[in-house]
């Protein structure tokens, strides 16, 4: 096998999500910036949040006739 192929573990990576929680994990970087986490995730925190990228929920809206 090869040696020296595999990336530097850190044990102690910081985690940060735009919701502005941190934690800490083991990853390959030290510092790690997230958009969703575990916190905020719709899933479980049970809200529905629709992410609209350029309007494309109106326009799905729209044309099936969804209010």
Not at 4 to 28: L, Q
Not at 29 to 56: A, N, S, W
């Given at each position: 096998m090869?040696t020296?192929?595999?990336p ?8 940060t ?38 309007g494309r929920v ?10």
């Amino acid at each position: 096998m090869k040696t020296k192929i595999h990336p530097d573990y850190y044990t102690d990576a910081k985690v940060t999500c735009t919701c502005g929680h941190t934690f800490i994990t083991g990853a390959t970087k030290p510092e790690l910036r997230v958009e969703v986490c575990g916190y905020c995730h719709p899933f479980f925190t049970g809200e529905q949040r629709i992410v609209d990228t350029e309007g494309r929920v109106e326009r799905m809206k729209r044309r099936y006739g969804i209010k």
